[in-house]
């Protein structure tokens, strides 16, 4: 089987496994039916210890990608039978995949919240934005992740499309690793104080098309200092 792995780094040695593991099946390089590589083989590959590649393949067989056959090896499975919760999923995905889907799901729900927001919404997402100020003022990290997505959360539920806010609340976990690493980051956090602001002030004009824009601008600019993080 030519497939190939990048070696990992010391920190969540599994958890990077089966991210690599999980691109490999969703991108189709390993398909249903496939063989995955024998143990000695993975070892080798990832340059880690049989444990960690055991802990990896026991999460994706729970997630129902792969099959452990005794006496003969471990198999992908089909992914058109895999029922695995959409927010186990993202938990495994890269972080940059997960905000590309999100730039998608928030273009679109910040012009529905612009077109159909109500003043209960605005009143959500202002006293968010407050809370988010004042948890960055005292250095709450916590608190100051948890208003943020609040904040997100009042705009994907003033969208009033049932579905887009239920996709989004399953992303809201995964984001928060991303939120984790960016939190330290000042610079950022200052030009986001402006860009919530321009957000809010848009969708309470009901302008779907500064609404877009601004979202894009924060997505575009937290984007660029994940990347930079994850270099």
């Known amino acids: 089987m030519n497939i190939k792995f990048k070696s990992v780094q010391s920190q969540k040695l599994g958890d990077q496994i089966i991210q690599q593991l999980q691109e490999k099946i969703s991108l189709g390089e390993l398909q249903p039916g496939d063989k995955m590589p024998t ?52 938990r495994r995905a890269a972080i940059l995949e997960v905000y590309e889907v999100r730039r998608i ?8 919240a612009a077109l159909r927001r109500t003043e209960d919404d605005l009143i959500h997402m202002r006293e968010s ?8 003022r005292i250095d709450d990290n916590r608190a100051y992740v948890d208003s943020d997505l609040a904040f997100h959360l009042a705009v994907a539920a003033a969208s009033k499309n049932s ?58 600019r937290t984007t660029r200092s994940l990347e930079a993080l994850l270099r």
């Open 39 to 90: 143990e000695p083989e993975l070892m080798s590959m990832f340059g880690v210890g049989r444990s960690t590649i055991r802990e990896a393949v026991r999460v994706l067989v729970k997630a129902g990608l792969l099959e452990v056959r005794q006496g003969d090896g471990t198999y992908v499975l089909d992914k058109t039978i895999n029922s695995e919760p959409l927010e186990h999923r993202l």
């Open 105 to 112: 799901l928030e273009l679109e729900i910040a012009k529905l």
């Open 129 to 136: 934005l407050n809370k988010r100020r004042e948890a960055r």
């Open 163 to 220: 579905v887009l806010a239920d996709l989004y609340f399953s992303f809201s976990n995964a984001l928060r690793d991303a939120l984790d690493k960016l939190i330290s980051d000042r610079e950022l956090y200052q030009n986001q104080i402006s860009i919530h602001e321009q957000l809010l002030d848009a969708i309470e004009r009901k302008d779907g098309q500064a609404a877009e824009y601004w979202t894009a601008e924060n997505l575009d």
